[in-house]
């Protein structure tokens, strides 16, 4: 398995509004054209209206590769920098918990 979090801190109301669309229109190509990625949830920030944090975990970095290279998520990557004020991007591997393929 591989996964990341990525914590993107957006410029103000308007702006998480718009990257929220931007989610909502990407989600579907997620759900419905990529096999390989186990999980994708996108979160807000208690006490911070204006964060979001990514969730992603995947079969593995052919998966990640695989999704990075969809058009839809092409799109995404190429139209939340109007949106965005900082990111920080984690990579992961799991070593234990609960739910996880074996």
């Not at 579907?28 to 992603?56: C, K, M, N, S, W």
Request: aromatic letters at 10%; charged letters at 30%; proline letters at 6%.
């Amino acid at each position: 398995m591989f996964g990341l979090t990525v914590r993107f801190d957006l410029k103000d109301e308007d702006a998480a509004q718009g990257f929220d669309q931007l989610v909502a229109e990407t989600a579907p190509g997620i759900r419905e054209q990529e096999p390989g990625t186990l999980l994708y949830a996108v979160h807000t920030v208690e006490d911070a209206p204006l964060a979001r944090v990514f969730y992603e975990m995947y079969e593995d970095r052919e998966a990640f590769e695989a999704h990075e290279s969809q058009p839809h998520t092409k799109r995404f990557l190429s139209e939340r920098e109007q949106y965005i004020a900082d990111t920080r991007v984690e990579f992961l591997t799991p070593i234990g918990g609960k739910n996880l393929p074996k």
